[in-house]
């Protein structure tokens, strides 16, 4: 079946620092890669996505690039500031060749960023 | 503005009560899904619909039912079958597509006792 994996948090990085996430995928056809972040005592929003491989997606300094032939879709961030910090989960979803309609994504365990001043 | 509500933000139940949390959408989106957050577990899928009238279970469906007679609406109650039902529950829906992102509740945290 559809599985994500990211690294295990919890990170802690000081501001201004560089942020990397790992996330790698394994699925059946071409699935859609997302980033979902969710700040504390929230649910998830929607911070970038990439719809096919050698995509590039990026939002609010994120970026993040769908490797097919690595299977990968890792988080970037140039400098972090302190309200960065939340947890980060990455996504896919794979529905549509099985003709049943089903795009509900499966989600990475999220990793834990804490950005200290 | 357009969004998911979800109801209460906060809920308290003693074990063997059958409890309900709402999920409402004004995004005219024709998905709606349920999922179960646990500490270092990520999301599971609970129950999604598609379309009015019809559901399907998701990973975790065991304990738990919902209906689905409005587009708006989505309510989750989780039954006395539910062995574990303390956790932080949220709504989300989608318009259709593959490449369609989710939009979220901020979520109920339901504590049973």
């Known amino acids: 079946g559809d599985s994500v994996t990211q690294m295990e948090g919890p990170v802690t990085l000081s501001e201004e620092a560089f942020l990397t996430i790992n996330c790698t995928y394994t699925?059946?056809?071409?699935?859609?890669l997302f980033w979902y972040v969710q700040y504390p005592g929230e649910g998830l929003q929607l911070l970038l996505k990439?719809?096919?491989?050698?995509d590039k997606g990026s939002n609010k300094g994120f970026e993040a690039t769908y490797r097919k032939e690595t299977t990968s879709f890792h988080l970037e961030k140039g400098s972090v500031q302190v309200s960065d910090s939340a947890v980060y989960f990455c996504?896919?979803?794979?529905?549509?060749?099985?003709?049943?309609?089903?795009?509900?994504?499966?989600f990475g365990k999220g990793t834990k960023l804490s950005v200290i001043p | 503005d357009g969004g998911i509500t979800q109801s209460p933000k906060y809920l308290f139940r003693k074990e063997g009560q059958n409890v309900t949390l709402s999920c409402e959408q004004n995004?005219?989106?024709?998905?709606m899904y349920w999922y179960r957050q646990d500490p270092g577990q990520g999301l599971r899928l609970i129950y999604y619909?598609?379309?009015?009238?019809?559901?399907q279970k998701g990973d975790i469906a065991e304990g738990y039912s919902v209906s689905r007679e409005k587009k708006e609406s989505f309510p989750l109650t989780v039954t006395s079958a539910q062995k574990n039902p303390t956790a932080f529950y949220l709504c989300?829906?989608?318009?259709?597509?593959?490449?369609?992102?989710?939009?979220f509740g901020n979520g109920t945290r339901l504590t049973v006792t």
């Open positions: 699925a059946t056809g071409y699935p859609s």
């Open positions: 989300a829906s989608s318009p259709q597509g593959q490449a369609a992102p989710l939009h």
């Open positions: 619909s598609q379309i009015v009238n019809d559901f």
């Open positions: 995004l005219n989106h024709d998905a």
């Open positions: 996504a896919l979803s794979a529905g549509g060749y099985s003709g049943a309609g089903s795009y509900q994504l499966t």
């Open positions: 990439a719809t096919k491989a050698d």
